[in-house]
């Protein structure tokens, strides 16, 4: 879906000729079991969540788990160096 980009979700199973893509039917799963599953899948407790302008209001609450949790991950795994060279190739990102 980050290669092909389509304006909806449901266009990826879309049998219409001029937006037609067969990689998504091929998989195996329906269109309306993705997106039930879609629907259903969280990463953290919505009872949780602080609302917008509240303090301790967080942006990435859904995903903050998955987050904090990847960035542990990262920091276990590679750990910066003294010498660090950054050129103008890697600044955009």
Known sequence: MS?????SLRD????????HT????SLGMSRD????LLTMFHLN??????????????PLFKIRL???TLVTKFHDAYTLEEQLTINEAICPF
């Open 3 to 7: 290669v092909l980009c389509k304006s």
């Open 12 to 19: 990826y199973w879309s049998l219409r000729l001029i937006i």
């Open 22 to 25: 067969p990689y998504a039917a």
């Open 33 to 36: 079991r993705f997106l039930a």
């Open 45 to 58: 407790n919505n009872d949780a969540k602080v609302a917008t302008g509240q303090p301790g209001y967080d």
């Open 66 to 68: 998955v987050i904090d």
